[in-house]
């Protein structure tokens, strides 16, 4: 992934009404980009631009960008540091949420989160990190994979994850991966 440039800030300054300065959003809904890898970033503005990710601001947006400003916006928040979280509010987890996060459900089918999410994970490339991702923004993608509704995952992986998750684990991996200092 290329180097921040002036240019990767100059576009990034058509993103910080959302996704704020240094990539922390300050609306919820909206996903934080700093500490995403830059390919996790250039992924996911590829598929708006290419329409097999659909949302009403960011796929037009996408689509005025060429691939050489996608890579130096992309670059320029994965530099960004990432949230720090205070560890007074920090949130111990419900151990059903944190044997999802670590080990997964064999019984279900469900993979460990951490084995493609996690900081040291071997998962594909352009997987994002969850750690100090908004809550209402990860409960809302998570829905729209068990849905349906959100489709540009690689071979199907998040929707047939998501798909056996109830909202109630939804909810509590959604609020650990907010607010757990560590994966």
């Not at 691939?67 to 990432?82: C, D, G, L």
């Not at 509010?89 to 997964?104: I, W």
């Not at 684990?169 to 991966?177: F, G, H, S, T, V």
């Amino acid at each position: 992934m290329a180097r921040p440039t002036p240019a990767g800030a100059e576009v990034a300054q058509g993103c910080v009404a959302c996704h704020g300065e240094r990539g922390i959003a300050p609306t919820p809904q909206n996903p934080n980009l700093a500490g995403q890898s830059g390919v996790a970033i250039y992924k996911q503005l590829h598929d708006y631009k290419s329409g097999s990710r659909v949302h009403e601001l960011m796929t037009p947006l996408a689509q005025g960008l060429d691939e050489k400003q996608i890579t130096e916006v992309a670059a320029h928040f994965a530099a960004a540091n990432r949230l720090s979280l205070d560890p007074s509010t920090a949130e111990v987890g419900d151990p059903d949420v944190v044997q999802l996060v670590k080990r997964g459900d064999p019984a279900r089918g469900l993979p460990a989160c951490n084995s493609c999410h996690g900081p040291t994970a071997g998962g594909p490339i352009e997987t994002p990190t969850l750690a100090r991702q908004n809550r209402d923004y990860l409960a809302v993608q998570l829905r729209a994979y068990k849905s349906g509704g959100r489709r540009n995952d690689i071979y199907t992986r998040m929707r047939n994850v998501a798909g056996k998750l109830t909202d109630r684990e939804i909810d509590r991996l959604a609020a650990y991966y907010a607010t757990t200092l560590r994966e």
